[in-house]
């Protein structure tokens, strides 16, 4: 995304106030009008990269940043080397990576155990890269990359070089703290294209590295990603990539400490794009605070309008310096000078220059004259001062007074050579500067780069004059004493090959109170050549114009790329050098050549008979000794082994393989006998022709499915036709995917019958609910209506060239006239059309497409939003498009328009002003979502959401979290209330999420629990919808209804019968029919039966003060002097809310700033009004034998609070079909989309066995990714 009217992109955007150019500092924030103290101006919400450094990873949770005070936290992913506080983080954490970036962590930590090392001090006089070095040494990157992505990926097909790359990238030392932040800033790019522009808009530090060491570091860290890489990542990972996050992070990133202060324990440091914007002073007028994963930035004071927001770096510790103090610190700390007034507090607008891991960016004044003092050599300016090498822009200034001031570190030279690079005989070098004590470069003497031919470099106090060539560092050099040396200082100093070598450091003086020379400063020195020098090796002379070459240079000319990768191994390759030999990195000081290339590597001693004798025997007893103490220590680490983790009960019961079996086991539904039936009887299952998939089947190709197996149109609709329809609703238009009305929707295929000993679900139940129990869906014919098995060409999506297709021509035969290309299908149009033609069965005001009005009499369908929640960079696959395609094609177009489907996706950059420019808006969602569904997606945002639902949000009881209310972790439900605002027209709206996904039709399954749920008595209801329907345990719903209708009366806890009653310093009226019109033991289930739900969920509700549930006590809003309000939560999000009880969250929300989790805040609003709520018992399956006893006190009726499964008891549910964190449900569905899963199943187990997966409507989450082994 661009910027608009010169905003940069990532900027943050406010009422408040305005990001502008200042004339001395670089971009700042300007308040827009007076804000008063303690305002909350800006809230940035994560770092879009950053690192935990290696050693508090255990310490610091990797997703809300919560610091455990030194002790380590309990929920560890050793893979990837991170720690969390709760199983929420945790799983928050992986869905924002997503399964590449889970496994490119995976990757990179695989590397650190094998071969990690800490980062090494940096030389104090180790030369600072120039532009040149770093451009030189990237590019030898791009080639190194380049091979070691051919022997990754064998195109072109890898040569010995690219192998040999490869194998060295894997071997060579890592240095973690680098790799983590390159990686992140990877993962970055790849998944959120909103979020990289804001990085890029940063002010950048053209050379952020402090030394060629720190530059190889980063230069060695990106082949080690080319090499261990994901491939869908490798697109991302390159040089550019790296040095772009590097310029960045080096000037705007904030460091990650405890909470307390800015002084506290240092944990690692992140890039918050939108935070970099506010500049330092010594008199700061905003304050900033750490927030979880966020930072919120404060008014400290009463601000006036066109003020620029200031935060200081000093921790308040500005108050307690002077003037001269502070200037020390600041400089000493962040490498920029201060520029008050005479020891006042003044605000600091003035230059600055931050090259250090500052937290803001500062811009270098254009004007000489406003720049004050230059602190350093990096400026990040036009101008540049270069120790290693000027550039074309620089014209070094001449030595008169109004050019003092403005030299750093750059005239100071140490070490133990002179090195005149190219001066002429009877020449000087001229500079007028005050000397600082940072060392460049121990070799060589460098003259900051001049343009011109050097004349001379002089100092009152110093004359360095060179000999005939001598090998240096020999010198004549003469102490010139006209300014007045000290007593007994000697007037000259001569070096001669024989006499002792001193430091350059020690003639020039680093700091006038230590020069052995004088004790008064040292304002210039003078350098004399006698004949002409030269410069490096002969032959090489020092050019007369343009950019001087750095000392680094040099080297990285005519560089080996492949000596990028130090190498610490026993093997020995061509041309790549042992890290710590001496013909190690060219990123090190030196490189030596070998006399021949490749010459050394076999070279044998010269040996006498004896003395081969005795290496051999030596060598023979070594060996036995590495040997012996090998084994020994391989003997100590298997017994110091930790014991293997105690496995949960559950993890005992026998693991159920009947969902495998496949097409050529189809039975009738009558025949039918379930796999736990035969399991508990001991019974050897009536199928034993075709085995289950997972038993090994024998190696041969069974028969097709019998002709009576041939896959139907399945239709869940009413007889839209019929007399017996028309008589109560007005009549159907057919809807059409095309705008020519010329393309038919659709229909998919089922199977009748279901595989034999197919695995019946342990919750839930289809006859219940009235869903279709007797057929099945396999994946041809419910996937090749909408793309599946036929190529791109013809507007399909491929995926079926490696899947077994016994029987999938019958699917083709029906569908070779209605074979649907994809590629130019607008959605939005398609759903707008289908409504417009049947307006008159929504609408009574409707009349029909001649302009008649209806026939009286008749009923009104109610219409449903379907709302799928998606962001900004999510990845859509083409499994997903295929999901998207029968939703929409099976909910809306199909049924004349009940359904509308939308996409709300969340803007994670909050500082792209979508309410603000339609053009802003299209182009964001243009480039997040695929076109065909740009109709019916919805753009919001956090930033939007804080307008809607305004600051402040007091009284939170605890946030776990640690994220601020208005984050989409938090605050989910802001968004479907505020959408539910915008669309009035529809009476339900379902909340659904990206990662679900459902075998059956999507019709058949929303339909039937809607009519479900209004058959539902309100008695009760709250009570059965607490538990988990088991019918081998319970038996039918009226069985179930009676035993908890018997525990209710046992109980002394009273049924929930209308609004409960609550301590409250202020409520919304309950809306109308919520009251009971009896008492309860006078109902006899009655009240409610005909009345739609406001609320269905896929798990039971449950109080939060009876388990340990994490989040229970986010609560915000309600007075904390009363107790907490009473409350009810339902895990996952996923569910159908009325328009009423939107209206009352809204309601909640923005008038009494009342709001909960997002899990608790539904269940809970519509507890408090009294409102027809349920849960809906959709089947679950295992993937073991649980024994039913035993799972129904385990989730029925935990023993203690904290065993509750919505509590610590969470582990139970990860072999079920359907919870948050479960494993099963997707190793199921990928398993039905005909993949491999741990080394099972896949193209060869189902065309030796049973044949393709046919499974009944299951409901699945989560599913993260649906690319198999």
């Not at 305005?18 to 308040?31: K, L």
């Not at 279709?772 to 507007?795: K, L, N, T, V």
């Not at 033991?1081 to 739900?1093: F, T």
């Not at 915000?1116 to 996923?1134: E, H, K, N, W």
């Amino acid at each position: 995304m661009g910027s608009i009217a010169g905003l940069p992109h990532g900027a943050p955007v406010s009422p408040l106030f305005a990001v502008e150019d200042t004339p001395s500092a670089g971009r700042g924030v300007f308040a827009l009008q007076d804000i008063p103290k303690g305002t909350q101006l800006w809230v940035a919400d994560a770092p879009s990269a950053g690192v935990i450094l290696r050693e508090y990873r255990k310490e610091l949770c990797a997703q809300c940043l919560t610091y455990n005070r030194g002790r380590e936290w309990k929920i560890r992913d050793n893979a990837v080397g991170f720690a969390f506080c709760s199983l929420a983080c945790q799983q928050l954490w992986m869905d924002a990576l997503g399964e590449d970036g889970i496994q490119a962590w995976k990757a990179v930590e695989k590397l650190n155990k094998g071969c990690s090392r800490e980062r090494e001090m940096v030389d104090a006089i180790s030369p600072i890269p120039s532009e040149n070095d770093i451009r030189v040494a990237w590019s030898a990157a791009a080639k190194v990359s380049a091979l070691i992505l051919a022997a990754r990926t064998n195109n072109p097909p890898p040569n010995k070089p690219a192998r040999r790359a490869l194998a060295s990238a894997l071997q060579s030392p890592v240095v973690p703290d680098v790799i983590s932040m390159l990686l992140s800033g990877i993962l970055v790019r790849s998944r959120d294209r909103d979020m990289w522009p804001s990085i890029l808009a940063l002010w950048p530090n053209q050379k952020p590295y402090k030394s060629a060491d720190d530059l190889g570091e980063h230069v060695r860290s990106l082949l080690h990603l080319v090499a261990v890489l994901p491939p869908s990542l490798l697109p991302y990972a390159t040089p550019e990539t790296c040095y772009n996050l590097a310029t960045r992070d080096s000037m705007n990133s904030f460091g990650i400490r405890s909470l307390d202060d800015d002084g506290a324990e240092f944990f690692g440091y992140g890039v918050w794009t939108s935070a970099s914007y506010f500049n330092h002073s010594c008199s700061p007028n905003v304050e900033k605070k750490r927030d979880g994963r966020a930072w919120r930035f404060t008014a400290g004071r009463d601000v006036r309008k066109g003020e620029e927001l200031c935060i200081t770096y000093l921790s308040g510790e500005e108050r307690a310096l002077d003037t001269d103090s502070r200037r020390k610190l600041l400089r000493n700390s962040w490498g920029f000078e201060c520029v008050c007034d005479n020891g006042s507090n003044e605000d600091i607008s003035g230059a600055k220059i931050s090259p250090l891991n500052s937290e803001t960016k500062y811009h270098v004044p254009h004007d000489k004259s406003d720049r004050g003092v230059v602190g350093t050599d990096r400026s990040i300016d036009q101008t540049r001062i270069d120790p290693l090498g000027g550039h074309g822009q620089y014209q070094h200034p001449a030595p008169h007074a109004d050019s003092q001031g403005v030299v750093g570190r750059d005239a100071v030279f140490a070490g133990a050579k002179i090195e005149p690079l190219g001066g002429k005989q009877g020449t000087t070098i001229d500079r007028s500067a005050g000397l600082d004590d940072e060392a460049v470069d121990g070799s060589r003497i460098n003259p900051l780069g001049e343009h011109r031919t050097p004349e001379s470099f002089h100092a009152p106090h110093l004359s360095v004059t060179l000999l005939d060539h001598l090998p240096p560092p020999t010198a004549d050099c003469h102490y010139d004493d006209t300014a007045q040396p000290s007593p007994g200082a000697p007037s000259s100093v001569s070096l001669h090959p024989s006499s002792k070598r001193l430091p350059i450091a020690d003639l020039v003086a680093r700091k006038a109170h230590r020069s052995p020379l004088s004790p008064s400063r040292v304002s210039a020195f003078k350098i004399r050549f006698r004949k002409n020098s030269v410069r490096g090796e002969a032959g090489e002379p020092h050019a007369q114009s343009g950019a001087m070459k750095s000392p680094l240079s040099s080297r990285f000319q005519n560089m080996n790329p492949m000596k990028l990768l130090p190498l610490k191994t026993s093997f020995s390759y061509e041309q790549l050098p042992g890290y710590e030999s001496s013909n190690g990195t060219p990123l090190k000081k030196y490189r030596w050549r070998s006399p021949s290339p490749g010459g050394d590597r076999f070279t044998l001693p010269k040996l006498s008979f004896s003395r081969a004798i005795l290496f051999a025997i030596t060598a023979v007893f070594c060996i036995g000794l590495l040997a012996t103490g090998g084994y020994r220590r391989h003997q100590r680490m298997i017994h110091q082994q930790p014991p293997p983790r105690e496995l949960f009960p559950w993890e005992h019961f026998p693991r159920l393989n009947g969902y495998y079996n496949g097409l050529r086991t189809l039975v009738s539904y009558k025949d039918y006998v379930p796999e736990q039936t035969y399991v508990e009887a001991d019974a050897e299952a009536p199928l034993d022709t075709f085995p289950s998939t997972t038993q090994k089947a024998k190696a041969h190709k069974g028969p097709e499915p019998s002709p009576s197996a041939r896959p139907f149109p399945f239709n869940p609709y009413p007889a839209f036709s019929s007399a017996e329809y028309l008589r109560e609703y007005h009549p159907v238009e057919e809807c059409y995917l095309d705008e020519g009305l010329k393309t038919p929707t659709p229909d998919i295929y089922a199977y009748p019958g279901i595989p034999q000993n197919t695995t019946k679900p342990f919750f839930g139940s289809y006859e219940q609910l009235g869903i279709s129990q007797d057929m099945c869906y396999e994946r041809f014919g419910r996937m090749s209506p909408y793309g599946y098995g036929y190529p791109h060409e013809e507007g399909g999506v491929g995926l079926a060239d490696n899947s077994e297709n016994v029987g999938a021509e019958r699917v083709w035969e029906m569908l070779n006239q209605k074979k649907v290309d994809w590629r130019n299908i607008d959605w939005g149009r398609a759903q707008s059309a289908c409504y417009e033609k049947n307006k008159i069965r929504f609408e009574k005001d409707a009349t029909t497409k001649d302009g008649q009005k209806p026939a009286p009499g008749k009923k009104l369908r109610q219409r449903t939003a379907y709302v799928l929640r998606t962001w900004t960079g999510y990845q859509y696959s083409e499994w997903q498009l295929l999901s998207l395609r029968a939703m929409i094609n099976e909910l809306s177009l199909k049924s004349g328009g009940e359904y509308d489907v939308h996409l709300l996706v969340h803007v994670k950059d909050d500082s792209i002003p979508i309410w603000a420019s339609d053009a802003i808006y299209q182009r964001t969602l243009e480039e997040n979502v695929p076109k065909e569904f740009w109709g019916i997606a919805t753009l919001w945002s956090e930033q939007q959401m804080r307008t809607y639902y305004p600051e402040p949000f007091t009284d939170n009881l605890e946030n776990d979290s640690g994220l601020p209310v208005h984050s989409v972790y938090r605050g989910a439900h802001f968004a479907l209330q505020w959408f539910s605002q915008q669309h009035p027209e529809y009476e339900y709206f379902w909340n659904w999420e990206m990662d679900l996904r459902y075998t059956g039709h999507y019709y058949e399954f929303h339909e039937k629990l809607g009519q479900w749920a209004k058959r539902q008595p309100r008695k009760g209801a709250w009570e059965r919808s607490s538990k988990f329907y088991m019918p081998d345990v319970h038996g039918t719903w009226d069985n179930f209804t009676e035993m908890v209708e018997a525990e209710i009366a046992a109980s002394d806890v009273p049924p929930v019968w209308g609004p409960p009653s609550y301590e409250a310093k202020e409520r919304i009226p309950s809306p109308p029919g919520t009251t009971p019109p009896t008492s309860y033991e006078q109902d006899n289930y009655k009240w409610g039966v005909g009345e739609d739900a406001d609320l269905i969920t896929f798990n039971p509700f449950f109080d939060p003060e009876q388990t340990n549930w994490v989040f229970r006590h986010d609560i915000t809003g309600y007075d904390l002097s009363l107790p907490p309000p009473p409350r009810r939560v339902a895990i996952i999000t996923v569910a159908r809310l009325s328009k009423r009880l939107l209206n009352l969250m809204h309601e909640e929300t923005f008038r009494l700033r009342h709001t909960m989790f997002p899990e608790m805040w539904p269940p809970t609003v519509a507890y408090h009004h009294g409102l027809k709520s349920l849960y809906a018992p959709h089947p679950v399956f295992f993937d073991r034998n649980w024994d039913l006893d035993y799972m129904n006190q385990i989730f029925n009726y935990p023993k203690k609070d904290i065993d509750s499964p919505f509590g610590w008891g969470e582990h139970n549910l990860l072999g079920s079909s359907f919870y948050y964190n479960s494993g099963f449900s997707g190793a199921l569905w990928r398993r039905w989309l005909g993949a491999s899963e741990n080394e099972e199943g896949g193209r060869n187990e189902e065309e030796n066995g049973s044949g393709r997966m046919c499974l009944r409507g299951i409901l699945f989450h989560p599913i993260k990714f649906e690319r198999g082994e």
